[in-house]
């Protein structure tokens, strides 16, 4: 297809997983009381982050694998 | 329940949101050449995409709301929407029914019916699918809107407005693509939101040990054995021994043959992803390959609903009490999300809500276009035009699908009962539809007048049955009893609407086969090639390996499923 649907993906939770992974270092822990004194938006934020870099990592690699 | 306060970090979330999602539209836009781009995605789309937009099609407002709502009121029961329902019969829509579909090139549900049978016959059908498609998206929309002032008390035309117009522009620029492009975004965007809900209410709980353990209270107040919440087949003997009050026959005939196989099987709005799909193989596999994580997904849509329940009657009212009494079910998942998640992840969430109701809308719509282009506009108002015509009405059919979604959201806030009603209408509809299908694809003597008037006979008797059954503790009127007086009580409305499907495919059914043998068909074998199963040729797959082919997947799949079944017995 004309467009590579992985690289949207990637980019967006890539963005979205930054955003909570910076949020989650310099929020106040007060606010974690809710979800059991866990940092979650620290660590959502970097299982997101990876999940959208995977999906990039495969983009890159279909386009070496292309001669262009 | 007091308004949730979101921060800049959440607003921020759903922005990047909406940029990706119009963004998709955006760049798709120039590849909208044909009204074959358009409605049917070039028949380009990898086999993984169309399999996530399968199953992303379908978890609309109803879907990721109504199941936790359920989960919290039947326990995990629920799953058997999913174990005994949805999961054979994408199996069986992916290994029987997707060679007819895909090899007979109709470019939609009601196509296929009118080169199968007759004009009529097609007729009915994308009528009553094109109206239903419109009210199934104003009621996601309203859902929507309803929910978001409720929760966040942002204002309700505000909310209309916004998602619909949303929706308009990613559809109308890059036509099926952008809908379908977007529906595996939602996919990921509602599972990676909805997971942490799960795992903190999980933790919180005490695992599943604790969950079930904390489900004891909830079923021993409403009269059941304590295990009733937690186990999906033990209590199915008699209705009387479990809350959804159904009986297993009850269960694996209406809600797993009648409803489920007449949902996927015969809606044009996940048919449609499937015969987008590049090639005859990657159409076969698409059902399939939807069915694995769909058969995980009780984990994401009703075991909120479990944990919901379990919280409030352990931590003394969590739910929102509604005006009898009894709590607010189809509030489990948004309490959750304002209980566990902090802000940031809070948006995310917000945002994996709001993704799953646009593409519910989203895929309404998509499907819509194409039947009113197609079946209706093409084929009776103004046939014979360029492509270009029918790709410029399909943009306009678009405009006018979203202006009737959003008149359907008020007529839903002005008229409730309009909307339970409209409902009822068209589950009587699709039950019967299957058997249509059945025969259709499997008896080569079915005749078009066999078909047309078995679906109205099996739509009259619906209506019939449920016009003179009802649910104990019901009023006549909406809920049945509508025709004078009641026959049979039912001990619940989940177990009358089960019996109407029932009955109604079994009236379509033997009307459809008496009314075929009374009258002669008007195809020849020739026209029937590729539309019937015993004329077309078998596809034999050799030049596959043993474990690509798509029979194996569906049996892997069906395996998978028994597993599950049997873990949660």
């Known amino acids: ?68 | 329940m007091p308004a949730v306060q979101l921060g800049t970090v959440d607003y921020a979330i759903l922005i990047v949101y909406f940029c990706f999602v119009l963004g998709i539209g955006w760049v798709l836009r120039r590849y909208m050449r044909s009204s074959e781009d358009f409605f049917l995605s070039g028949r380009s789309i990898p086999t993984w995409i169309a399999g996530l937009a399968f199953l992303s099609a379908n978890l609309g407002a109803q879907e990721v709301i109504g199941m936790a709502a359920s989960g919290a009121k039947y326990g995990i029961m629920t799953s058997h929407f999913y174990w005994v329902g949805a999961i054979p019969a994408m199996v069986f829509v992916g290994i029987f029914m997707m060679p007819f579909y895909y090899g007979s090139r109709a470019r939609s549900v009601p196509e296929y019916l009118r080169l199968r049978f007759d004009e009529k016959t097609r007729g009915f059908n994308a009528i009553t699918f094109a109206v239903m498609t419109v009210f199934s998206s104003g009621i996601s929309m309203y859902a929507l809107a309803k929910l978001l002032e409720l929760v966040l008390g942002w204002n309700f035309h505000t909310s209309v407005v916004l998602s619909a117009i949303i929706v308009l522009i990613y559809i109308f620029l890059g036509g099926l693509t952008s809908a379908i492009y977007n529906e595996v975004l939602q996919f990921f965007l509602i599972v990676l939101g909805f997971l942490p809900l799960v795992l903190l209410g999980l933790k919180d709980l005490g695992g599943w040990d604790g969950l079930t353990a904390k489900l004891v209270p909830v079923a021993s107040s409403a009269g059941y054995d304590g295990g009733a919440w937690s186990h999906s087949w033990r209590y199915l003997d008699s209705p009387g021994a479990n809350p959804m009050g159904v009986e297993w026959f009850g269960m694996v005939m209406g809600l797993g043959f009648v409803l489920s196989f007449g949902y996927w099987c015969t809606d044009f709005l996940v048919v449609q992803r499937a015969m987008a799909a590049e090639s005859m193989l990657a159409a076969r596999r698409t059902p399939l390959l939807a069915a694995i994580p769909k058969m995980l997904f009780p984990a994401l849509v009703i075991l909120p609903g479990m944990i919901a329940i379990a919280l409030h009657f352990d931590r003394g009212g969590l739910l929102p009490l509604g005006a009898d009494g009894t709590p607010n079910y189809n509030m489990a998942i948004p309490v959750l999300l304002a209980h566990y998640l902090p802000s940031g992840l809070l948006g995310l969430g917000l945002t994996a809500l709001m993704a799953s109701f646009m593409s519910g809308m989203a895929g309404n719509v998509t499907a819509f276009n194409t039947v009113w282009t197609y079946d209706i506009y093409q084929s009776y108002i103004k046939p014979g035009q360029s492509d270009r015509h029918y790709l410029r009405m399909g943009h306009a059919a678009t405009v006018f699908g979203i202006i009737g979604s959003v008149a359907a959201a008020y007529a839903a806030t002005r008229f409730n009962n309009i909307m339970d009603m409209l409902q009822l209408v068209f589950a009587f509809v699709n039950a019967p539809l299957f058997a249509t299908f059945l025969l259709g694809m499997f008896w080569r003597r079915a005749t078009g007048h066999g078909a047309f008037f078995g679906l109205v006979t099996g739509t009259v008797v619906a209506a019939l049955h449920h016009g003179l059954t009802l649910p104990e503790g019901s009023m006549p009127g909406i809920k049945g009893a509508y025709l004078g007086t009641a026959l049979h009580m039912y001990p619940s409305e989940m177990a009358q609407n089960f019996w109407t499907a029932i009955v109604a495919w079994t009236a379509c059914f033997v009307a459809t086969i008496a009314i075929s043998l009374l009258t002669s068909g008007n195809k020849s074998d020739d026209d029937l090639r590729g539309l019937v199963y015993s004329l077309t040729p078998r596809i034999t797959d050799h030049d596959l390996k043993w474990y690509q082919r798509p029979a194996t997947l569906g049996a892997a799949v069906l395996g998978m499923v028994l597993v599950l079944n049997i873990i949660f017995w």
């Open chain 1, 1 to 68: 297809m004309n467009l590579d649907l992985r690289l949207p993906i990637g980019w967006m939770f890539s963005i979205i997983g930054a955003l909570l992974t910076g949020f989650g270092l310099i929020s106040d822990d007060m606010i974690y009381a809710r979800s059991l004194g866990i940092n979650v938006n620290l660590w959502w934020g970097l299982v997101l982050l990876a999940f959208g870099l995977v999906m990039l990592g495969l983009v890159a690699r279909t386009r070496r694998g292309r001669p262009s």
